[in-house]
Each structure stands twice: as C-alpha cells, then as structure tokens.
C-alpha cells in the first residue's frame, strides 16, 4: 500500500502514485475508498462580476410631492386609482402632441393639450375607454391642482384650478355650473337582470349551508334584495349603523357612493326576522364555542362575520352567490343584479323619482339608463300611447281576407 497522503496539500498530484508503479485493482480500490476519505476537492475561486444596479426610473417633483400630500388624506384604492389616471392622462397627451410628456406641470403649461387628453376615448394601448374612466381623470386632475396648488401657481402664474376650467371650456359642453363631456363608450347595464323566480331560487339556495352560515347567507341575499344596497355597503354594515325602533322595526345606516351622508333604509318583516335569525344562531355558536364574538345592535362591530369573527369578505361572497347560482340552476348573476332587480320592480309601481329616491340613487337619469330594465308589457304600453298597433291585435290572414268582403 502506499503511504496516507498529507491532508495539508489541497492538490491531486501530491496524494496519487507515480506512474511507474504498478498497482492492482485490489489495491487502487482501497486507495481509493480509504486514502481520499475526508478529503475535498480543491478550492476554485471563481471570478465575481459586480453588476451595476438599474436606477429606478426617474419621477417628476411635482408627482412625489403628491404622493406624499395625499399619504393620509385618501385611502389606497383611490390613490392607486389617481396615479393610474394621471400615467394615461400622459400617455395620452404624448400620443396628442407627437412628443414624450412625462411631467405632470407640462399638461399645465399648455391648456390646449390637457383639455386633449381630458377628453380622450383611447386609451394608451389604443381600447375605448368608458365615459367613467374620462369621468375619473377630470376628478385626479383636479385633486393634482388642489394639493399642488401653491407649487403650481408660482411655476405657472395662474391658478391651476382656472387653467382646467378653461381646458374644459374649449373641448366639453357647457351644463349649470360644470362640463359635460362626450366621449367614451356608454356605460351598460353590468349583466342580466334576474326574475322575481330567479331572485327567491337564489335567496333559498344560499341557505342551504350548514349552521348559522347558511342563515347568515341567506340573510345576507334577503337584505340585499330588498334594500336595494351595493354589495360592499351592506357587506361593511357595522352594528353602530343599525337601529331598533319601538313595534320591533329596524332602521340602517348603509354607505353611498361618492356621498358623506348614509341612505337611510328601513327593514320590512322578512328582512327583519331573516337577520335576527342570523344573529341569534351567531351567537348562540360563538357562546358554544367560548369565543367572544357577539352581534349586537346598536353595538361597535361588523355584522356580517367570518368563523374567526371577522368581517366577511366579498370574495367569499360572491363564491356563495356563484353555488347558490349552480344549485338553483338560474343564469350566472353578480350581486349588483339584485340592485338593478329592484329599480326593476320599483320602476313598474313607483314614479320614477320615487324609485329613484327610494334606491339611494341621485337623479333619474342613471337610474332610467343603467338599471331599469323595461319589461315587454310596459315597452307596448309605450307604443300605444303614440298608435303603435300590438302583434296580438291584429287580425289572422285568412280573417284579414274576408274583412274587406264584410265592409262591402
């Protein structure tokens, strides 16, 4: 056998034998299992390469300032909303202009320019935008001149607010005290409106879960059809906004859109028993449990609640209207038909300022256009008043050929 080879060598040349000497394949194997044992192979330092780290893209003053401004003054979704708003607004104006727009003063600076990009229907990957979105920008660029005021009055000599009014005025229509503009695609209905069958096959098959979840459910798609509330201002209901009144009625506070003030809606008796019932199995549950959660009214806390006594979140239910769907077999309905349901049925016995009052809704225009759904009856009503003649009223061929023969 061959000597053990120093370990202190990290080469392979000091520890293998000469050449010249022959070794048998006994020998070889126990060199190598036994001589090699602990050792590792030698060490390569391989060369580093340091890469220069990329600069993140570069952004206006202007546009940090406004970031930082707004930090605490509107919420998430909204300032991901603006900020969105204002990178098409510049897409918008480089593809008007034919040169890279990439500061927010630069649409200030030229009103011509701004009033292009307010009224735009194209977005920057050239699709159709809705009368909403155009809606949308005019609402980011005035919340930019609002918080950058006095930056952009020294930079401009102006103020901001008086150079959007005039970029309005040379590209929309003039209405009272503010600009209509007309562009973009009209807004749509948002999906089939569902029957009076449809809604109570729905409502009954979102009960059918187990325990107080199925109540909870089906409480839930009760107050929704009957209310005539969005989802996410039900969904965020809270017990300081519901009411008990004397003769054991009920009164809730629910959340407009784009309105401080809360639309006062009183439950009538189905929507009444339906959340009692909820609530009482709720806590019923959660006392059974030794956890305590509790829904009170007129107390601080969500009422609509998770196992773990949480607020219930839209994802998890718009999954329980989609089983409720496939188990009453009716069509594919968001919960936003159950609001455009009820301006349905309203709009077939009530005027329409009424309905429209009644639903939280601000006007009858958008009420008539975006969620009434005419039914067939009332579209023939219509015609008649201006002497359109109804397919069922008129005359079979044969009797139509022998009418003439009668008058003579």
Excluded at 197 to 208: L, N, P, S, T, Y
Aim: net charge positive.
């Amino acid at each position: 056998m061959f000597p053990r080879p120093a370990r202190k060598s990290g080469r392979f040349c000091d520890v293998l034998p000469p050449l010249s000497v022959r070794v048998s394949e006994s020998d070889q194997r126990r060199f190598a299992l036994l001589d090699f044992e602990g050792l590792r192979p030698p060490k390569v330092r391989r060369r580093t390469y340091r890469c220069q780290p990329i600069a993140p893209p570069q952004r206006d003053d202007l546009d940090r300032l406004y970031e930082e401004r707004v930090a605490g003054r509107l919420r998430k979704r909204s300032i991901e909303t603006y900020r969105w708003l204002r990178k098409d607004m510049l897409r918008c104006a480089s593809n008007a202009a034919g040169r890279n727009v990439v500061r927010i003063l630069d649409l200030f600076m030229d009103r011509d320019l701004l009033g292009r990009a307010l009224v735009s229907d194209r977005l920057a990957d050239g699709k159709i935008c809705s009368k909403s979105t155009i809606a949308h920008r005019r609402t980011a660029i005035r919340s930019v001149a609002t918080m950058l005021r006095p930056e952009l009055q020294a930079d401009l000599g102006r103020d901001p607010h008086e150079i959007i009014r005039e970029a309005l005025r040379s590209v929309a229509e003039r209405r009272g005290g503010g600009y209509r503009i007309n562009a973009g695609s009209p807004r749509t209905r948002g999906g089939p409106t569902p029957s009076p069958e449809d809604r109570c096959a729905m409502i009954a098959a979102m009960g059918r879960a187990e325990g107080w979840i199925g109540l909870r459910d089906r409480a839930f798609a009760t107050l929704l059809a009957s209310t005539a509330s969005r989802v996410n201002a039900l969904r965020t209901l809270e017990g300081v906004d519901c009411h008990s009144l004397p003769r054991d009625r009920v009164r809730v506070l629910l959340h407009q859109k784009n309105g401080r003030e809360r639309h006062e809606v009183e439950l009538d008796r189905v929507s009444r028993e339906a959340l009692r019932l909820y609530m009482f199995a709720f806590n019923e549950a959660m006392r059974g449990a030794g956890r305590p959660y509790r829904i009170v009214l007129g107390k601080p806390g969500p009422i609509w609640r998770t196992e773990r006594g949480v607020q219930m979140p839209e994802k998890a239910l718009r999954a329980a209207l989609r089983r409720a769907c496939v188990v009453a077999g009716t069509p594919g309905y968001t919960p936003h038909a159950f609001r455009r349901a009820w301006a349905t049925a309203a709009a077939e016995v009530l005027p329409r300022w009424e309905g429209a009052l009644g639903g939280g809704w601000r006007g009858t225009e958008r009420f008539d256009a975006s969620y009434v759904t005419p039914s067939r009856a009332s579209v023939w009503r219509k015609l008649a008043a201006v002497a359109v003649e109804h397919p069922a009223d008129r005359p079979e061929p044969e009797q139509a050929q022998h009418e003439p023969a009668r008058a003579l």
